[in-house]
C-alpha cells in the first residue's frame, strides 16, 4: 500500500515495484549489436567530445547496450544510425547534466543548429559529431520523419536548458507540470521518432498526430520516464540532481515518503499499461498498408518501453554493480547525498 505521509526520519533504502511483472510487453535484442557498436564506439571516440571522468562514466555506463534493446528490429545499416543517435543522446546528457542555465542554452542553440543544417560550424567537436550524424540521417530517413526527429529534438534540448534551470534554482515542479517537462526532456519523444525510422517507416502527420494514435505515444513515453525516475533515483539524489525526479515531485506535492511515491509510481505504471491498450485497441484504419505500418510501430513503442527497463538492470549507471540483485530483490540502498557530505564536513571541520 502507498504510505500516506513523510516520514521524519531520512530513509537509507526503497522497494522499487515491479514494473517487469505488470509489463505485457515482450523484450528483444538487436542481432547486429556487436558488430555495429564497435563501429559506433570509433565513430565517437573520433570526436574526443568527452574526456576525463564524463568519458570514464560514459564508457562504464554502457550506454551502447541500450540500442540493442530500444532498436532490435532495425537492419544493419538502420541499426549503425540507431547506435550514433544514442551516443549523441548520452554525449550530450553527460555535457549538460552539470552545466548551468547559460551555459546549457549555448549547448542548446549549438546542438538545434548543427542539427538542423549540417554546414553550420562553431568550431566544438559536439557540433562536429551532430553534423555527421544528422547529414548521414537525413540520406537515409523519409521526408517527414526527419523534420519530425528535428523538431522533437528542439523539444529536447529545449527542455534540458530548462531542467538545468531548475537545478540551478533547486526549484521542485509540481506532478503535473513536471510530467509535461520530463516527456521532452527525458528524450523519449525523440527517441521513439528514431523508432519509425529504425523500421523504415516515414508515417504521415495525419497518423501520427491522430488523437488514439498520440495517445498511445504518450502513454508509452510516460511508461520509460517513470521507469527510469525510479531506476535513476539513487543516483540522481547523490549527485543533488533529486529534484528532477517524479518521486521527488511525488514526495513535496502529496507529502508521501519515497515508500510512498515508489508505490505510488507502480500503481500509475498500470494505469498507462491500460491507457496504451485501450489506445492500441481503438486504432481506426487508414488502409492495409499504412496499418501495417502503425502496427509495426507499436511494436517498436513497447520494444522502447521493456528494452529500456532490461537495460538499466544491466548497466552500471544507475546501480553500479549491483544491478542484477537490485533486480531480483527490488531493493535499493540510498548513497549519501552530496547535501549529506558537505554537511558532514561542515561539523567535522566545526569540531
Known amino acids: 500500500m502507498t504510505s500516506n505521509s513523510t516520514n521524519t526520519t531520512n530513509p ?25 557498436s564497435l563501429q559506433s564506439s570509433a565513430w565517437v571516440d573520433q570526436f574526443c567530445v568527452l574526456e576525463g571522468k564524463q568519458r570514464a562514466r560514459y564508457i562504464s555506463s554502457k550506454t551502447q547496450l ?7 528490429r532495425a537492419d544493419e545499416e538502420r541499426y549503425r544510425c540507431c547506435c550514433d543517435y544514442v551516443s549523441i543522446l548520452f554525449t550530450y546528457d553527460e555535457i549538460t547534466d552539470h552545466q548551468n542555465e547559460e551555459d546549457a542554452r549555448l549547448s542548446c542553440e549549438s546542438s538545434c543548429s548543427a542539427m538542423e543544417d549540417a554546414n553550420f560550424d562553431d568550431g566544438t567537436a559536439l557540433c562536429h559529431m551532430t553534423n555527421d550524424f544528422s547529414r548521414r540521417l537525413s540520406k537515409s530517413c523519409g521526408p517527414t520523419t526527419f523534420q519530425r526527429f528535428i523538431n522533437y529534438w528542439k523539444l529536447y534540448v529545449n527542455a534540458v536548458t530548462k531542467e538545468a534551470q531548475l537545478r540551478e534554482r533547486y526549484e521542485v515542479l509540481d506532478p503535473d507540470s513536471f510530467e509535461i517537462l520530463r516527456r521532452d526532456f527525458g528524450s523519449v519523444l525523440v527517441s ?64 508521501l515518503s519515497l515508500q510512498g511515491a515508489a508505490d505510488y509510481v507502480g500503481e500509475h505504471w498500470k494505469t498507462l499499461i491500460e491507457q496504451y491498450l485501450d489506445a492500441k485497441r481503438r486504432l481506426p484504419s487508414w488502409g492495409e498498408e499504412i496499418d501495417k505500418d502503425v502496427a509495426q510501430y507499436a511494436d517498436a513503442m513497447e520494444d522502447w ?8 538492470f544491466e548497466t552500471s549507471r544507475y546501480f553500479g554493480d549491483a544491478g542484477q540483485e537490485v ?10 547525498s552530496r547535501a549529506e557530505d558537505a554537511s558532514a564536513t561542515e561539523v567535522s571541520a566545526d569540531e
Open 12 to 36: 537509507t533504502s526503497f522497494v522499487i515495484p515491479d514494473l517487469h511483472a505488470m509489463t505485457p510487453f515482450v523484450s528483444s535484442f538487436n542481432p547486429h549489436y556487436d558488430k555495429i
Open 305 to 312: 518501453v521493456i528494452g529500456s527497463m532490461d537495460w538499466s
Open 66 to 72: 541500450l540500442t540493442p534493446y530500444a532498436y532490435p
Open 192 to 255: 521513439l521518432v528514431i523508432s519509425g525510422y529504425a523500421l523504415g517507416i516515414d508515417l504521415p502527420d495525419e497518423v501520427f498526430n491522430h488523437p488514439t494514435f498520440a495517445a498511445m505515444y504518450l502513454a508509452a513515453t510516460d511508461m520509460v520516464c517513470l521507469s527510469n525516475d525510479l531506476y535513476s533515483y539513487n543516483v540522481e539524489q547523490a549527485a543533488g540532481h533529486g529534484g528532477n525526479n517524479i518521486l521527488t515531485t511525488l514526495m513535496k506535492a502529496k507529502n
Open 327 to 336: 533486480k531480483r530483490t527490488r531493493v535499493v540502498h540510498l548513497s549519501p
